[in-house]
């Protein structure tokens, strides 16, 4: 079946795109702080950097990364912001650069600050969306989806208005896919390799060739205490993406959060030494039989406690880790 899909998906890619639905779209609140965009050293592949902190109105809910990659034949967009008026600011930079079509938006995965952006494509493009399989989970709400999709809204409605209002709704994926799919496009190669659960349950990572940049979404985090503290978190399998991105050897990475770098195994070594430090203190505790709150106070946080996002996020993922752990004592 994942053959099949393989080349679906690829033989998609070589048929005139299809002319999807237009709705409407109100107009997008303006931002005052204007997205910027950078560009690969030597390659048209370009990438937005976010605030490294929460989303919240002194940011404008720009927290995350997201970039594209312009061809002879089409522009591949690897995701689009946290706000539709983060979105069309996007949409406005390509357009700059270029007036190929945008053929198909990748969705690293399915969480608020990084999708909200596909209202404004959506209303404004003709563009494929591609997401992991599990992308479902989200909108549909399930009892296991990290971020239920109707909470996170009207959470972000109050967090990021006006940027996020009565208007802004969530936009499901075109097509979804299991494992690994590859799109050729104008002479480049993207592979999109499923690395959930990880970080989410749909996390996808895209290698573009023969480039050697890789989009590596939220299970590389450069800089930043990533986001573990919720159902879906595998830091046994997020580990184990990570081995697949080492193992990909790409020459230039862009994280999901944080800095880009032409130094990528840096950049993969932040988040991976994070999650053994935390996996380690924690187990310890397991092991022991220590409560949580006795085994967190006694960790030595300093080493990442200046970093952004180490206050909202670092107690919340030692607690996952930690009953990560202590549910593995009770698995055969």
Excluded at 217 to 234: A, E, K, L, T
Aim: charged share 25%.
């Amino acid at each position: 079946m994942k053959k099949l899909l393989r080349v679906t998906v690829v033989a998609w890619a070589m048929l005139p795109l299809p002319l999807l639905a237009q709705s409407k779209a109100p107009d997008y609140a303006p931002l005052t702080r204007p997205i910027t965009v950078d560009q690969v050293p030597g390659k048209d592949i370009f990438y937005s950097i976010g605030s490294p902190g929460i989303p919240g109105k002194e940011n404008e809910g720009n927290t995350s990364n997201a970039g594209y990659v312009v061809t002879p034949e089409g522009v591949v967009v690897f995701d689009v912001l946290g706000t539709p008026s983060l979105g069309w600011a996007l949409l406005q930079d390509i357009r700059k650069r270029t007036d190929k079509d945008i053929r198909y938006i990748v969705a690293s995965h399915y969480h608020a600050d990084h999708i909200y952006g596909l209202q404004a494509f959506r209303d404004h493009s003709r563009a494929v969306i591609i997401a992991q399989d599990h992308s479902g989970d989200y909108s549909e709400n399930k009892e296991t989806a990290d971020e239920r999709a109707e909470v996170r809204l009207e959470q972000r409605r109050e967090a990021l208005a006006p940027w996020v209002d009565e208007h802004t709704r969530v936009i499901p994926p075109d097509i979804t896919f299991a494992d690994k799919i590859t799109i050729t496009l104008g002479g480049k190669r993207f592979s999109l390799i499923s690395a959930g659960p990880a970080h989410s349950s749909s996390d996808i990572m895209m290698m573009v060739e023969p480039d050697g940049v890789l989009f590596a979404g939220d299970i590389v985090q450069n800089g930043r205490i990533p986001f573990m503290n919720s159902d879906d978190v595998s830091t046994t399998h997020w580990l184990q993406g990570l081995d697949e991105v080492l193992a990909l050897n790409p020459k230039y990475i862009i994280p999901g959060h944080g800095n880009p770098s032409a130094a990528a195994k840096e950049a993969i070594a932040f988040t991976r030494d994070y999650i053994l430090y935390v996996r380690k203190a924690m187990s310890e505790a397991v092991a022991n039989w220590v409560d949580f709150d006795t085994a967190y106070n006694s960790t030595d946080w300093s080493k990442y406690k200046d970093y952004p996002a180490f206050e909202s996020n670092n107690r919340g993922n030692a607690y996952r880790i930690f009953l990560e752990l202590e549910a593995s004592q009770f698995k055969k």
